[in-house]
């Protein structure tokens, strides 16, 4: 089975940083065509940042262009986020996605369990 596992989250003040980590298992496919989503309390899920294609520039969020950085290590079948000038706004539960799948909820057929990331001012 295909497992998503996300760590790294935490408490931080607004300013400070965090990196998330999600270790991909049980996955055999092309290691492309991942993402990160949140998902703030009483709000809906939303796309932080991706790529969609082999060779392909990451998709930011405006909200979080020039603050985080996607990145992953094939090799090791991890993705990172790394989170940099954290806002308060950017508080909410973290996920992320692995292969793209247009008719699935979110457009990715697996995900993780998320990450909680909270940021006070």
């Known amino acids: 089975d295909v497992q998503l596992v996300e760590s790294g989250g935490g408490s931080v003040q607004a300013g400070e940083s965090l990196r998330l980590s999600c270790v991909v298992t049980?996955?055999?496919?092309?290691?492309?065509?991942m993402g990160w989503f949140r998902q703030a309390v009483g709000q809906e899920r939303e796309a932080v940042a991706a790529v969609y294609r082999v060779g392909g520039s990451a998709f930011y969020a405006d909200s979080v262009k020039g603050r985080f950085t996607f990145s992953q290590d094939n090799a090791q079948k991890t993705l990172y986020l790394q989170m940099d000038s954290l806002k308060p706004e950017d508080t909410a539960m973290y996920y992320c996605?692995?292969?793209?799948?247009?008719?699935?909820?979110?457009?990715?057929?697996?995900w993780g369990q998320g990450t909680q990331v909270t940021v006070s001012s």
């Open positions: 049980g996955y055999t496919a092309n290691f492309y065509c």
């Open positions: 996605a692995a292969e793209c799948a247009p008719d699935e909820a979110g457009g990715f057929r697996y």
